[in-house]
């Protein structure tokens, strides 16, 4: 894959006017968002660790360089099939087969064909509210966390068979979890009985952690591609009303952090604490256990960044 390169959309819209840059969809300043971390992340892993293009320019790690001719480890064989059974999901998902699909994209959206139809389904995904809100915890974990982070989402891939959203090494222990994303449009939201998300992670952990296909790993101060198994999973929350503000303020890009981005970033923290005390209470697997304890120097740096965050 080329090198990711956020180009002149990135820097027309640094030089826009204020009252200009209101008009851009939030969509829209995510992608831009996206497209320039992700060049910083491949700047950085290919000139520190020699890893060429690690992510896509939406910030997923790129399954293409995997492959063993390509210094990866798997046949190329290996990750086509795997990329077409991610087209196949969205085949289905989307309905593509389905007469009253087609007809229906062709009234709404003017498109045709199976090729089409999947494009367009995943067009509207990319803008959808939980993907917003996948983009806008990535990205704001990126801005605090890269000094001592490696900040990624999952493969699309590792996204589907396996649930996850995105991939959090620390850059010092090696130390790798793996979150996905929710959306609260409304504080009611959250006091409707047993939490799905709560119950999932407890599940994920009593079986042994996550894993990754398409993963990381830091050993001897070396970053690779690898299988990464037993991940701990957390949850994080973002409530529907802050995720416009909260992509106006990372759209800006300045280095300095809005109360907004405080406030979210200091809950998401203390979830992930209030989570790993709860699953620490389960009766683990000694690799998800000893895992976790291992996370704590990490999740302790994450801490302090907290407090830094709000000086």
Do not use: C, W
Not at 55 to 74: Q, R, W
Not at 149 to 169: C, P
Not at 185 to 196: A, H, I, R, W
């Amino acid at each position: 894959m080329e090198s990711i390169n956020p180009g002149n959309n990135t820097n027309e819209a640094r030089g826009l006017k204020p009252e200009k840059r209101e008009h851009i969809p939030t969509a829209e300043k995510l992608k831009i968002v996206m497209v320039r971390i992700a060049s910083e992340v491949n700047k950085e892993t290919e000139e520190k660790y020699g890893l060429k293009s690690l992510v896509d320019a939406s910030l997923h790690i790129n399954p293409t360089f995997f492959t063993k001719e390509k210094g990866g480890i798997y046949n190329s064989d290996e990750v086509f099939n795997d990329e077409g059974e991610v087209y196949a999901l969205d085949r289905m998902n989307s309905g593509a087969d389905s007469e009253g699909v087609q007809k229906h994209y062709k009234a709404e959206f003017g498109v045709e064909g199976q090729e089409g139809i999947i494009a367009k389904y995943r067009e509207n995904k990319d803008i959808s509210k939980s993907n917003q809100a996948e983009i806008v915890i990535t990205a704001l974990l990126h801005k605090v966390l890269k000094e001592k982070f490696l900040v990624v989402r999952s493969a699309v891939f590792d996204d589907y068979k396996h649930g996850i959203d995105n991939l959090i090494l620390d850059k010092e222990t090696g130390m790798v979890i793996s979150a996905f994303d929710e959306v609260i449009e409304n504080l009611g939201d959250k006091d409707k009985g047993p939490s799905k998300k709560i119950e999932k992670i407890k599940k994920i952990a009593l079986k042994g952690g996550t894993e990754a296909k398409y993963g990381i790993a830091l050993k001897d101060n070396q970053l690779t591609r690898a299988h990464t198994r037993n991940i701990p999973v957390f949850y994080l929350t973002l409530e529907g009303k802050n995720l416009t503000e909260l992509a106006d303020s990372l759209f800006k890009d300045s280095d300095n952090n809005a109360d907004v981005e405080v406030k979210l970033f200091s809950h998401l923290v203390q979830s992930i604490r209030e989570q790993k005390q709860m699953l620490e209470k389960l009766n683990l697997p000694p690799v998800v256990r000893k895992n976790l304890e291992g996370f704590e120097r990490s999740l302790i740096t994450m801490e302090n960044f907290s407090v830094q965050t709000k000086i």
